[in-house]
């Protein structure tokens, strides 16, 4: 896979600190690095937000080790504090910092470019099309950031990431650099008067960068003396084109790219003098096609460039061959041909919903209940527990990014007082971001009831370890924070710990807390599905069963169904036994 090829290549770049906070698609790279860190001799760590993770490996940058952070697109946004400021202090140990973008979106709340914030940060970027690739700009990165004393960026994207293609590695430990360790300098602090001076070296630094990137390996140029048009690939478009141009049997000079920021001069300058126009293949935004066109007007082609800026191809959604093979006949001014000699089956409606047995679903079917008769919103956030919006929980009625809940329910609560504002948020995400929103409620009093949905594991990106835990990327530990306390140590006067499958207990405690005048807190406490052992599953007793619907229409659980017409249990049942507790009857008994 291609983030286990990642990972590798900073094994053997001599990585020392790796840090990570999870999310699709770049979890697997810091999971394969942890498993692997006992062993090669080096330190992995899954941190609290994306933020502290490039701080850490900053900071061991700082004193001199090759160091790692990764992260989805998203995070970045999250990170993008200190990699700002980072880029004008700079490393003296390589940073690699691996940003797994997710063009379609497949799994995240935004489609955006990495290359867009490497530009922005004046930082270099490198763009795999292959796993093989993937490796080996790994362990180029971390030299090139040697080189300029700057962090370097790889960004995969979902295809790279996640395809799986034969790569070697190399056996053994590599070998580590001495760390020549932390020496005091006035350049390590971030005073204005520094800034200036240092974006001045920012700014040649890009030069610097641009040199570099003239005779990497990584940016290919093939001429075809028959054709006059020219296609600039980037990234995984690159594959795409190879195997359209073969499909469709068109003639093109073809530049690969997988540099794309600062765009070498020299072969683009190559390609504008033998091309009549240019076609740029890249997913996402015009990244290159603007750095093209600069470099044409700049040195006075007047070579026809096309991409993005005259919709020739899309900034929106994942590309395939399908896709670029119709992009480039509609260039070529061919009729593009139907790929639809096969029709595919439509495909069966398949709703995203919560696990059967999933607690979460009781913990919404709970506040939904506590509330019912009540004018009450629902903030959500980003995890599994996003799906309480689907039917018939019906219990998101907003959700922004990571740990925003509780400061949207604060937000809401100042202009709609007469409305009880709930926010619910993840154990994982509770530790990511959403302890300041609670420190900011309680400071100025926002009266919301905040749910931290507490299943002791980070769910969603693959079960990977948060401070709430023993145990960290590593292995065990002693150490963990209790959820509880740390929201009484925000200053939360109403704190309580529930069981979300103790119907009647936590029912009570969600009144109480929705019945507090100013900031509460509960703690819904049951450990993910996925990691706990099946109880005996249910039936539903046709005898005693009205009909009423229940346990159907408002839990919304996999394993209870009508297939029959009548509501029937099924054999996915997990026999967590919230339903016999909602059946007003008593109908649903062990089986």
Known sequence: MGNEAIAYGAIEAGVQVAAAYPGTPSSEVLSTLAGLAREKGFYAEWSVNEK??????????????????????VGLNVASDPLMSLAYIGVKGG?????????????????????????????????????????????????????????????PTTRTCHACQDVE????????????????????????????RKHVWLNGQQEVARDSFESSPFNQLTINKQSDVGIIACGVSYNYVMEALQLTGLAASVLKIGTPYPLPAGPVLKLLQHAKKILVIEEQEPVVEDQVIALAWKNRYTTQISGKNDNHSPREGEFNVNKVRSILESFYGRQPEQAATFTAPELPLRTPVLCAGCSHRASFYILKEAARGKDTLFAGDIGCYTLGAMAPLYTTDTCLCMGASVSIAAGL??????RKQVAFLGDSTFFHSGIPGLINAVHNGANITLIILDNSTTAMTGHQSHPGLNRTAMGPTDRSIDIARMAEACGVEFVRVADPFDLKTAMQVAKEALAFDGPSVVVMQRACVAQMKKGRRRRINPDLCTGCGACVDELGCPAIGKPAGSPEILDNCFGCGFCDQVCPVGAIEEV
Do not use: C
């Not at 990495?114 to 292959?130: E, G, N, Q």
């Open 52 to 73: 502290v993770a490039l701080e850490v490996a900053a900071g061991a940058a700082y004193a001199g080790a090759r160091s790692l952070a990764a992260m989805k697109q």
């Open 95 to 155: 940073l690699v910092l691996v940003v797994a973008d997710d063009p379609g979106p497949h799994s995240s709340q935004t489609e955006q470019d990495t290359r867009l914030f490497a530009r922005f940060a004046k930082l270099p970027v490198l763009d795999p099309a292959t796993p093989r690739e993937a490796l080996e700009m790994t362990k180029y990165a971390f030299d090139l950031s040697e080189k300029l004393l700057l962090p370097v960026i790889l960004r």
């Open 169 to 196: 590695i190399q056996d053994g430990n590599a070998s580590l650099q001495p760390i020549s360790g932390f020496q005091r300098s006035p350049n390590w602090v971030i005073f204005p008067n520094l800034s200036a």
């Open 413 to 418: 609560s100042r202009v709609e007082p007469h």
